[in-house]
Nanobody, 115 residues
């Protein structure tokens, strides 16, 4: 059974940094793409970044170069490095992966940006 588990969320001050991790476990034959999404209080889930098999990554415009996606294929882990965090970045962050040709979601990790 394929599972995605996020970690790395927590409380951080404005201007600070966090790195989120997402481990893909189970019977994993392929991960053709993976990405990060978030849901802020009172809002719908929104796209943050997505990486494809070509090695390219697309980012939402509001990131403005602050966030960086990376992956470690040997560990079946993807990351989201978040710098210069703002209060409006407060949200539950979810990872998504196309694993063995099917879409899977993690349960999310909470990021709170506050003084």
């Amino acid at each position: 059974q394929v599972q995605l588990v996020e970690s790395g969320g927590g409380l951080v001050q404005p201007g600070g940094s966090l790195r989120l991790s997402c481990v893909v476990s189970g019977s994993v034959l392929s991960v053709s793409s993976a990405g990060w999404y978030r849901q802020a209080p009172g809002k719908q889930r929104e796209y943050v970044a997505r990486n494809y098999g070509t090695g390219t990554t697309n980012y939402a415009d509001f990131v403005k170069g602050r966030f960086t996606f990376s992956r470690d294929n040997a560990k079946n882990t993807v990351y989201l490095q978040m710098n210069s965090l703002k209060p409006e970045d407060t949200a539950v962050y979810y990872c998504n992966g196309l694993v063995n040709g099917r879409s899977y979601w993690g349960k999310g990790t909470l990021v709170t940006v506050s003084s």
